[in-house]
């Protein structure tokens, strides 16, 4: 069975010397409420519409919470037999049965005790369910993107307001105590950055081959065609198919481009993009992209260049880095990636070491022959005193059970999100395009 999730002190472990209470208030969302209330509710009974590989990741986090009595998911939904079997199977294993469903309207239809859902469907079956279990009276979990269309998004917007039923949007490192940590505390009080003048993020994955699936397992024609699917193959890569999904800056780069949103605090004004079909044959999107956005900060403008291969891992690893003219901040949700570099031209930071914000820094690995005296000694790295210790979509998907029960606000509410993923179909835009496109601050509001 599934471990009990940790308590909430457990999100961070610093050293012994450190102020807790200083560190955990950097570690919370903008908009947490200054005191806690006690809900009054009982287990929130939920279900999980789609097991597919989003869901299953999202399972973890939910039976995590599930061990601490705080919710119970009493049903899933997939159209695939197989994934319906292997998704109840999975909890049955963890000690929780759950009823299977083949569709969401029988699901909605016949569990009548439902608080809330998390929809972990292919992206262009979001906006319709998202909207029906919302007018329903069921607040949602919606993985990203929201949509594969703009018009979808603003939509789930439009429904969320009008129903007044909460609506979580997937963008999990907006829970990310590290993420929190580094944004609330590093950026925004200690503006350890100075001026940030760039960003850059990257999410490159190896040459892999197209999803499969077992012998005797697919489902019929007339199946796959009532629910938008062409055939098996299209069913289960539909992430690389227009219609369905949104490529790879959709699958990978919306996590991440989504940070640069956030960070910076504001939208970007203009983008522009390069990428093609050069390597895959049986695709519709790209699998490689390249793309620059320009933020209009009120110090001047920082350019934010995102890069996504699917045919190299470049060596591994997803990360994003914000630079300016005192330090840089490299976050991931992998920690080894993690690093803070101070610039020489910034005041030193041995205080914030005592403060234990930083831990001890480590040695500069450059080499001592250097091959032209114009390049830059290679700085030391310092590492936050913060570390993470859930699985990474647990804080975010504890954030919307939280905020259903009154004691905290959703970290990525759709309206918020809308932004982010505006500026993401616009990417996409660019790429054929070939130019660059302009972005009112107007238009990104749903």
């Known amino acids: 069975m599934v471990k009990p999730s940790i308590n909430r002190r457990e999100f961070i472990s610093v050293t012994a010397a450190a102020s807790a209470g200083l560190l955990l208030a950097s570690c919370s969302p903008d908009n947490a409420p200054v005191e806690k209330k006690k809900s009054t509710l009982n287990a929130l009974n939920v279900a999980l519409i789609g097991y597919g590989m989003e869901g299953g990741v999202l399972s973890e986090s939910l039976m995590n919470i599930m061990g601490t009595g705080d919710i119970k998911v009493v049903a899933l939904c997939d159209i695939w037999e197989y994934a319906r079997k292997k998704g109840q199977n999975t909890y049955k294993a963890n000690g929780f049965d759950v009823n299977a469903y083949e569709n969401y309207e029988d699901l909605l239809a016949k569990e009548k005790d439902l608080q809330a859902v998390v929809v972990a469907t292919p992206d262009f079956w979001h906006a319709p369910i998202t909207n029906t279990c919302l007018k329903a009276g069921l607040h949602v979990y919606c993985e990203k ?22 609506l979580q949007i997937g963008h999990q490192r907006r829970s990310n105590p590290r993420y929190l940590f580094a944004k609330n505390r590093l950026l925004d009080d200690i503006k350890l950055c100075g001026r940030l003048t760039a960003a850059n993020a990257q999410w490159n994955r190896a040459v892999a081959p197209d999803f499969g699936w077992p012998k005797h397992s697919d489902m019929t024609p007339e199946q796959l065609a009532k629910y938008g699917f062409k055939d098996m193959h299209q069913f289960r890569n539909w992430r690389w198919f227009k219609g369905l999904g949104g490529g790879p800056l959709s699958d990978l780069g919306a996590h991440q481009i989504d940070i640069f949103n956030w960070w910076f605090g504001m939208t970007p004004k203009s983008v522009m993009a390069s990428g093609g079909l050069d390597y895959y044959t049986n695709h519709d999107w790209y699998d490689n992209a390249m793309v620059i956005y320009e933020f209009p900060l009120p110090q001047g403008v920082a350019r934010a260049s995102y890069q996504v291969q699917t045919t190299t891992s470049a060596g591994g690893g997803y990360f994003e880095l914000f630079m300016g003219d005192e330090g840089t901040i490299k976050m991931s949700e992998d920690p080894a990636l993690t690093g803070i570099y101070r610039e020489e031209r910034a005041r030193p930071w041995d205080d914030l070491i005592q403060r234990n914000i930083f831990l001890p820094k480590t040695d500069s690995t450059a080499d001592a022959a250097k091959v032209d005296v114009r390049e830059t000694e290679a700085l030391a790295r310092y590492e936050m005193a913060v570390s993470f210790l859930k699985p990474p979509h647990q804080p975010h998907m504890e954030n919307f059970f939280n905020a259903i029960r009154g004691t ?13 993923e505006y500026v993401i179909h616009k990417a996409n835009e660019a790429i054929p395009a070939q130019k660059m496109i302009a972005i009112t601050p107007q238009e990104v509001e749903a």
Do not use: H, Q
């Open 145 to 166: 993107m929201m949509s594969n269309t703009i018009e979808g998004a603003r939509s789930m917007v439009k429904t969320m307001r009008e129903t007044g039923k909460l």
């Open 408 to 420: 905290a606000k959703l970290n990525c509410p759709a309206d918020e999100a809308f932004r982010s």
